[in-house]
């Protein structure tokens, strides 16, 4: 059984997904798991793989969706791309990709796309 936090994430992940397949976007996969972190979404832009990183706060007491996304959360973010990767005889250095994140508020509605959030 999931846990409350757990199905409020696949929510927002879901709506991202819908809200990024409005843009364009073709989905490819979600919540892939791996020691080091854990891939949110992977869509295609054209023939560039996306991997989303989708966030949510209630609130901004301890920062906002986007600020939560630390140092250390990216170099998991990247870890976890590279890996995914790899299964595909590909790597960041060769592989068409980048690294979005969706960001939303307390609502569902309150939803920021920022491409190519990893420069």
Do not use: Y
């Amino acid at each position: 059984m999931f846990s409350a936090k757990r199905q409020q994430g696949a929510r927002f992940e879901q709506q991202a997904r819908l809200f990024l397949e409005s843009q364009g976007l073709r989905f490819v996969a979600a919540n892939q798991q791996f020691k080091c972190g854990e891939l949110d979404l992977i869509m295609l832009d054209g023939e560039t793989i996306v991997f989303v990183e989708v966030r949510q706060r209630k609130n901004d007491h301890f920062g906002s969706a986007i600020e939560s996304v630390d140092w250390q959360k990216q170099q998991k973010w990247l870890d976890a791309a590279n890996l995914w990767l790899m299964q595909r005889e590909q790597s960041l250095e060769d592989a068409n990709c980048r690294f979005d994140l969706v960001a939303f508020g307390r609502r569902v509605e309150d939803i920021e796309w920022l491409p190519n959030f990893l420069e």
